[in-house]
C-alpha cells in the first residue's frame, strides 16, 4: 500500500509512521516543509528510505498512485496555534484542499484526517455521548476558536464529498514517544519540571482528559480504511479517560513529580478552557475498533520514555 503523510514531521505523524513502516508492504511517501531535517529524524530512527519518498507538497502528483493519505497537519503545539491565530483556518484549508484535489483525480484514494475534539466546539461541561451539533457563538469569536473553526470548515467539506473515503478521526488527547518535553502542553509541562528539578506549578482546578497514543490510533486507522466507500467521522478514545489531580499523584508516585496549586489559571490552551475534554462517542466501536491502552497506562510508558533520555 503506498501510504502519503502531510505533516509528516508533526509528533502524531512520527509516531504512526514508525508503525507504517514495520509493514514490508507498505511505501511511505513523506510531505514536509524542510526534507532534509526530516532526513535526519529517519536515520536516527534507523527508518530505511529513499531520498524520493520525502518531498515538499507542491511535488504532490498523481504518479505517485496514493492508496492512503494521513492529513496530520495542524498546530500540534498549543503555543503555536496560539501564534498562528486565524492564520491556522487557512493553512488547514490550504492543504485540506490539496488531498481533495488528488481525490478528485484519484476517486479510489482513501484519506484520514486527523481532526479534533475541538470541532464540538464549547460543549466540555460534560463528555458527548453521541454526536452533537457544534457549539460555536460565530458571531463572537475568539483567537481559541481558531483552532476549533479550522476542524469544522475541513470536516464540513468532507461530508459534501460522500463520493470519497474520507474518514474524520477527531483526536482530544494525544501523547507518545515522539512527544517533545518543550511543547506546552499540561503533561509536558509537568514532565519538564521533574527533568528539571522544579516545582511544578498548576491550577486548582480538576479537569479530565483521554489521551490516546501512536499504538491506538494506527489500530483505529486500520479499522477504517479496511472498509469501502467510507465517508464519516468518529470520536478516538482509550480504554478510560484521567483526571488532572490522579495524573499529579501518579507522577509525583512514580517520578517524584513535587507540585503546588495557584488560583490563576496555569499553561497554554489553544481551544480554550475545557472541564471534561474527552468523549464518550464510542461508534468507532461499529468498524472493529478496540483501544488497547488507559491513559494512565499509557502516561506512564511515555513518560517513563521521555524521561529517561
Partial sequence: MNVAFFGASSQIAKGL????????????????????????????KKLSFEQQQIKTY????????????INCIGAG??????????????????????????????????YIFLSSGAAYGN???????????????????????????????????HRAKPQY???????????????????????????RSIQEKKIFLTSNQNIARDYIGADDLYQLI????????????????????????SILEMLKKNFNLRYEFTESEVGLNASGSKDHYFSKN????????????????LILNVARTLLSR
Fill in 17 to 44: 509512521i514508525k508503525k507504517f513502516s514495520k509493514s514490508k508492504t507498505n511505501k511511505l511517501y513523506f510531505f514536509v516543509r524542510n526534507k532534509e531535517s526530516f532526513a535526519i529524524w529517519l536515520v536516527e
Fill in 58 to 69: 507542491d511535488e504532490l502528483s498523481s504518479a505517485l498512485n496514493i492508496d492512503l493519505f
Fill in 77 to 110: 503545539d498549543p503555543a503555536k496555534a496560539v501564534k498562528m491565530s486565524s492564520t491556522i483556518v487557512s493553512v488547514t484549508q490550504q492543504y485540506d484542499e490539496q488531498v481533495l484535489e488528488y481525490l478528485a483525480l484519484n476517486p479510489s484514494t482513501k
Fill in 123 to 157: 460543549i466540555f461541561s460534560a463528555p458527548p455521548e453521541d454526536y452533537l451539533p457544534t457549539s460555536l457563538d460565530m458571531k463572537s469569536t475568539k483567537p481559541s476558536d481558531m483552532y476549533s473553526i479550522s476542524k469544522i470548515k475541513a470536516e464540513l467539506a
Fill in 165 to 191: 473515503s474520507i474518514m474524520d478521526i477527531r483526536i482530544f488527547s494525544y501523547f507518545d514517544s515522539e512527544t517533545s518535553l518543550n511543547s506546552r502542553f499540561f503533561l509536558t509541562d509537568a514532565l
Fill in 222 to 245: 486500520l479499522k477504517l480504511t479496511s472498509r469501502d466507500n467510507l465517508n464519516t467521522v468518529v470520536d478516538a478514545y482509550s480504554l478510560g479517560p484521567i483526571e488532572k489531580f
Fill in 282 to 297: 464510542y461508534c468507532a466501536k461499529n468498524y472493529g475498533y478496540e483501544p488497547s491502552f488507559s491513559s494512565a497506562g
